[in-house]
């Protein structure tokens, strides 16, 4: 197939890039390195040097593997880009990464916010009119979030609900709630994307994903050249990679208020397969097609106990620190998430154990001396914004109050 790669030089878009190209695909990226500023803006880095997106695909291409064409644009800024690579390259399928992906960013201020639903908004929008324009029929397979939902206190299910008023039957979409105004903006996505469905006959799928964690994949293998942008700080870094990387370097983990909050989660090896079942198995023609994508939920104490006890078993004494939310969010609540589409389609799931949390110690531990300690406590706070000044963050001591359990 033809697949075209919005983001492709993320987290999970560059490895998403070589899993398909490695199966025999065309595939090309596209991205505007944005993230890439993003962190130097914060002062934050991925563990492990992470070499320009060209150079990824050169080293990709010596390997022998089926080249991967790179694209360098702003599919927000740059209303025309998407209309020449959808009329040229002719997808037939978009996997739609390119967006500004953490919430701490977009709750820092009010630039931040203006600007990350701006960029995702707009950015999915020039999508949408692309495919309208140069090929109606291609598949878009569009990175939603499990955040989109909240925490109700009924049951979450894939996308849509069946509700009853008053007598009458209808099937809606689920009511979303967000916890930040990076969930926010995928919110609207979806609106605009079953709208899309319904007014164009466009082939969606809104892949809600959870909290992903690790760095590994067949194709990146051993290979530093190839290897993605795995964040720890408090801005980029998602909850488990941060408490791997802060008991290697034996600082307390840092959960958040109480840590009863619960989320699902999965491997980064897991978002590559379900993309792939997606991609594989496309959405009708008018069809906005969601996908609960994670495969185990966990609160945050039984993740930091978990690293605990796995730090335990290589010899390494781990505690746990609670400290204030920075956050609004319920950390008392329900939560049981419908995910069985994928599971149908035929993933099977990598499952958090001590193997997977040891090899990620192992990574953590190797490219310890590259590890910024004053990244990593948090220094946005939900109600104010950022608690430290931008400028000489490294040294800067966050103001947010840490209490012992
Ligand atoms: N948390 C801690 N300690 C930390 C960091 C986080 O207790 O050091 C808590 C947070 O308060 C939250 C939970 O862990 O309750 C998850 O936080 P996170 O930062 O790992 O994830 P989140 O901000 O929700 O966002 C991440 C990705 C985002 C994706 C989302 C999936 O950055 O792109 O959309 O996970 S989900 O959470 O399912 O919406």
Redesign the pocket.
């Known amino acids: 197939m033809r697949i075209c790669i919005l983001g492709g030089d993320g987290y999970l878009g560059w490895p998403t890039a070589m899993y398909f190209s490695a199966r025999g695909h065309e595939v090309m990226v596209v991205d505007n390195m944005a993230k890439r500023g993003w962190e130097a803006e914060i002062g934050a880095k991925p563990l492990e040097h992470v070499p320009a997106l060209k150079e990824r695909a050169r080293r990709w291409k010596q390997k022998k593997f089926q080249p991967i064409e790179v694209v360098i644009g702003n599919i927000a800024d740059d209303g025309q880009l998407m209309n020449g690579i959808c009329h040229d390259f002719r997808p037939e399928a978009i996997i739609h990464y390119g967006e500004q992906?953490?919430?701490?960013y977009s709750m820092l201020n009010q630039e931040n916010a203006v600007y990350t639903q701006c960029n995702n908004v707009v950015g999915t929008l020039n999508v949408m009119f692309a495919m309208r324009e140069h090929c109606p029929q291609a598949h878009l397979v569009k990175?939603?979030?499990?955040?989109?939902?909240g925490t109700p206190n009924i049951d979450i299910e894939e996308g849509w609900l069946d509700v009853t008023h008053n007598g009458r039957k209808d099937r809606v979409l689920y009511p979303k709630k967000?916890?930040?105004l990076?969930?926010l903006s995928?919110v609207h996505d979806s609106h605009n994307l079953e709208f899309a469905s319904r007014m164009w006959d466009f082939r969606v799928t809104d892949l809600?994903?959870?909290?992903?964690y690790g760095s590994d994949t067949d194709e990146i293998g051993n290979d530093p050249e190839l290897c993605t942008s795995f964040h720890y700080d408090?801005v980029?870094?998602?909850?488990?990679?941060?408490?791997v990387v802060?008991a290697a370097i034996g600082m307390p983990?840092?959960?958040?208020?109480s840590?009863k909050?619960i989320?699902?989660?999965l491997n980064i090896r897991d978002t590559l397969r379900c993309v792939e079942l997606a991609v594989t198995n496309p959405a009708g023609r008018g069809e906005f097609r969601v996908f609960n994508q994670?495969t185990e939920q966990f609160s945050?104490m039984e993740?930091?106990q978990r690293v605990r006890e796995s730090a335990a078993i290589n010899g390494m004494k781990v505690e746990i620190q609670h400290?204030r939310?920075?956050?609004v969010?319920q950390?008392e609540h329900y939560y049981h998430a419908a995910h069985s589409s994928l599971s149908s389609l035929g993933l099977e799931p990598h499952l958090l154990n001590h193997e997977v949390i040891g090899q990620m110690l192992e990574k953590a531990m190797k490219t310890a001396n590259r590890i910024n300690e004053a990244s990593?406590l948090?220094k946005v706070d939900w109600k104010q914004g950022w608690q430290a000044p931008v400028t000489g963050l490294s040294t800067a001591v966050p103001r947010l109050q840490a209490v012992r359990a």
């Open positions: 992906p953490s919430a701490p990175l939603g979030t499990m955040g989109e939902y967000p916890h930040s990076y969930h995928k809600n994903q959870g909290v992903v408090d980029f870094g998602t909850v488990l990679n941060r408490f802060q983990l840092t959960v958040y208020g840590g909050q989320r699902g989660y994670f945050v993740l930091a400290l939310n920075p956050r969010e950390e990593i948090p």
